[in-house]
């Protein structure tokens, strides 16, 4: 088929700027962007991406992992050896995605501790609600 489930061909439905959220969706969920940022120096293993990036379960760094490789940001290459080799790469569109991204990076590394302090500040406060 075609067209779109509401009968829109693809064309007009890629054009519309509502569906920028889609791609939002994708490289902001908690996980992509950290993975895309430790890709940007090159070919990574699951192993080396899983202590690169703080926090992630094993189970959460293979389905962020998949998604990215779906939606054309990084590529899966196994090597046929024993124990196989597996290892992730940004494609040409994952890199601009990174370049893009490193500001956004950059900044939230360069606030964390101003966000950290007005954190505390708010659930300091007696009228704050639990978060």
């Known amino acids: ?9 693809r064309a007009a ?14 490289v902001g969920d908690k ?3 950290l993975i895309v ?23 959460m760094l293979t389905v962020t992992l ?10 899966r290459t196994v090597l046929n050896v024993m ?13 601009t995605l990174r370049e893009a991204a490193a500001p956004l990076l950059e900044w939230s590394i360069a606030h964390l501790t101003h966000i950290d302090t007005a954190r505390a500040a708010y659930d300091g406060r007696p009228d704050t609600p639990p978060a």
Request: proline share 8%.
């Open 1 to 9: 088929m075609n067209g779109t489930a509401d009968g829109e061909p």
């Open 13 to 26: 439905r890629s054009e519309d700027p509502c569906q920028a959220r889609e791609v939002l969706g994708i």
């Open 31 to 33: 996980w992509s962007l």
């Open 37 to 59: 940022r430790n890709l940007s120096q090159g070919p990574r293993r699951f192993t080396e991406l899983k202590r690169a990036v703080d926090g992630i379960s094993q189970r």
């Open 66 to 75: 998949r998604g990215l490789e779906r939606d054309g940001i990084l590529t």
């Open 83 to 95: 124990p196989p080799h597996v290892s992730y790469e940004l494609t040409p569109m994952g890199r």
